[in-house]
């Protein structure tokens, strides 16, 4: 490990604690812990949902994804950002004047049930903890083959840093160190497709040329299909990844966090500009690492083309370069964990400790007690869970929490909204046979079943053959909906859809405080 | 003003009964529909292109083929659509206050 980038990676952790030293003196109230106190700004809240959404799987994955297989990688930026059009015309406006803390509250709006609550928490934690798993295995990886530290030790180190961000500086600390790390993630980005533009001589258009010739999949790397050779399975993916944003748990909290429907809006747009520029500047990454790189380098340092970016950064900047990137990919990781942190612990404490055990009769201290307590047990379990992951494709288990958040969340969220008719037990039965059908699909999946040996858990034919089961999944969420909706009739303790519906479009919440 | 006022004195059965209410949330969704179903369509039109035609496979400029165009503009879409939300909202923005005006703020 070179000086520099001891320098670098010392600089981010400490100025990340420096915030989190500063969020800790202001946070202590249960709305400060969980939602800054809806202190936030638009462009804040914007840089913070960029922070919160830009992943390892974003950062490290596409840019591998496009540098091995072309155009096919490049499907994960076009949906990921279609996905803000359903946020920002569906779902944020209303989400903000529904909602509290977490997304069952927004529920919870309109169905008192426990079960309802109970339900969207049980998919809160699942969608967290496999989201997790993800960019923990990610960042084991990553320092571990940047340091060469033990994969356990990396894994250590990450989760010690998330859980002291949330811990002591709860959402505010999360803000933060989530809109620095979107400011060096897109420094960085921005860096590297600079030269490998120098590289091509500023010749957009001649990139693509050069790129026919430059990977071992010749013409083929500038068209669909490297990779998704079966249109259902390319359709499938594709629908959990633009559904999928607007039913994940640490997405939608980060819309708690200002204090109206209009602010909330605003955010969405910062953060469609930003995501949709980093989304575009992957090609340059991907293009790059490919040519400059090579295909053959890239794989043999990691499978999946996880190291593509950094590798390329070094071979355009040297070691500095490198270093600065590297350090950018261990603050991508640890803003989006402790976002995910503070997901997990928002459901446990706030809605199955606070709501369904205490019945909402909690005081101000034992809620703060309670989400401390949570986001600690939550980031045990995830850094034990990682410990034991280390050989799990971290692509497919973000894809994967798409899938979930899409087929048992999005069915409930916007029928919450948007129909009068919808019940207790269509809700009810909307995120259990969302969440349960994904889950079994993949239990059944060639990812877990591959005749191929060592690439799946067990060697054999997989009985549902897709990879991603959303084009199955998500129907059925919504059907179980419908379905569960129409055999029954309104729970006694439900709210009028008169009052859901005025609220979530007037959002008279602001006027009653 | 206490929450509990509030809640007391609205009805909501009939604040959404009201001209003014009816007409925001038809305008609403009147606006919203077709850009909703606008922006799927042409998103899963892409891989129904790429996967069941070769017509994206054509070169546009240079090396470029028609594939990336289609993306591109995909994300030039989404900027848009964003853009003509924010200018939409603001004038119902103005409606929804000329509601709590009128019939909750007496």
């Not at chain 1, 980005?189 to 050069?210: H, P, R, Y």
């Not at chain 1, 939608?252 to 909330?264: H, I, P, Y």
Request: hydrophobic share 55%; aromatic share 12%; proline share 2%.
């Amino acid at each position: 490990m070179s000086f520099i980038s001891i320098i670098i990676f010392v600089g981010v952790i400490g100025l990340t604690l420096a915030i989190t030293y500063w969020a800790a003196k202001q946070t202590t109230t249960a709305s400060d812990f969980y939602t800054a106190g809806g202190s936030l700004t638009g462009w804040q809240n914007g840089m913070a949902i960029a922070g919160d959404y830009l992943s390892a799987a974003s950062f490290l994955g596409i840019a591998g994804a496009i540098s091995l297989n072309g155009f096919d990688g490049f499907y994960y930026s076009v949906g990921w950002l279609t996905a803000y059009l359903v946020v920002l015309f569906l779902i944020a406006e209303p989400l903000r004047n529904l909602g509290k803390f977490t997304m069952a509250d927004m529920i919870g709006a309109r169905f008192h049930a426990r079960k309802i609550r109970g339900a969207a928490a049980l998919n809160t934690i699942t969608i967290v903890l496999f989201y997790m798993l993800a960019q923990l295995v990610g960042a084991g990886a990553l320092i571990k083959l940047l340091f060469g530290i033990d994969y356990w030790l990396s894994v250590l180190i990450v989760g010690f840093m998330m859980t002291i961000y949330v811990l002591f500086g709860g959402m505010t600390a999360t803000s933060w160190v989530q809109i620095v790390k979107a400011i060096l993630l897109m420094a960085g980005t921005i860096i590297i497709s600079f030269l490998v533009l120098l590289k091509f001589n500023f010749n957009f258009i001649g990139m693509f040329d050069a790129m026919r010739t430059a990977t071992p999949h010749g013409e083929a790397f500038l068209h669909s299909g490297v990779v998704y050779k079966d249109p259902i399975g390319l359709i499938s993916v594709l629908i959990a990844l633009v559904l999928g944003t607007a039913g994940l748990p640490h997405i939608l909290m980060r819309f708690f966090t200002v204090k109206d429907a209009k602010t909330a809006r605003s955010s969405v747009v910062y953060a469609v500009w930003i995501i949709g520029l980093f989304y575009v500047l992957t090609i340059f990454l991907g293009f790059g690492a490919a040519k400059f790189v090579g295909a053959d380098a890239i794989v043999a340092e990691n499978a999946a083309g996880n190291m593509a970016a950094p590798m390329l950064a070094g071979i355009l900047g040297g070691d500095a370069l490198e270093s600065f990137v590297a350090a950018v990919a261990f603050a991508t990781i640890l803003a989006v964990v402790a976002g995910l942190v503070l997901s997990g612990a928002s459901a446990i404490a706030h809605d199955l400790y606070g709501e369904i055990i205490k019945k909402g009769k909690v005081t101000e201290k034992q809620q703060v007690n309670a989400a401390r307590i949570a986001a600690l047990s939550v980031a045990v379990i995830s850094i034990l869970l990682a410990l034991g992951a280390e050989k799990m494709n971290v692509a497919f288990l973000v894809s994967l929490a798409f899938c979930i958040a899409a087929s048992a969340n999005v069915p409930t969220i916007l029928f919450t909204i948007y129909w009068k008719r919808f019940n207790t037990t269509g809700a009810v039965a909307s995120m259990l046979v969302g969440l349960f059908t994904a889950l079994i699909l993949v239990a059944v999946s060639p990812n877990v079943i591959n005749p191929v040996e060592g690439a799946a858990f067990f060697v054999g034919n997989p009985i549902f053959p897709l990879e991603n089961p959303a084009i199955i999944s998500v129907p059925a969420g919504f059907l179980a909906a419908i379905i569960g909706t129409l055999v029954s009739s309104r729970a006694k303790d439900e709210i009028s859809y008169a009052e859901v519906k005025f609220k979530a479009e007037v959002g008279f919440k602001e006027l009653e405080s | 003003m206490s929450q509990k006022m509030n809640e007391q004195k609205i009805d909501y059965e009939y604040t959404i009964q009201t001209e003014e209410f009816k007409s925001l949330v038809k305008r609403k969704h009147r606006f919203t529909t077709p850009y909703v179903i606008f922006f799927f369509l042409v998103f899963f039109t892409l891989p129904v292109l790429t996967s069941y035609t070769s017509l994206l496979e054509i070169r546009a400029i240079g090396w470029m083929t028609w594939t990336w165009i289609y993306s591109f503009s995909i994300f030039v879409m989404v900027w848009v659509l964003t853009s003509i939300y924010m200018n939409k909202a603001k004038e119902f923005d103005k409606d929804v206050e000329e509601i709590i005006k009128k019939h909750i703020v007496k």
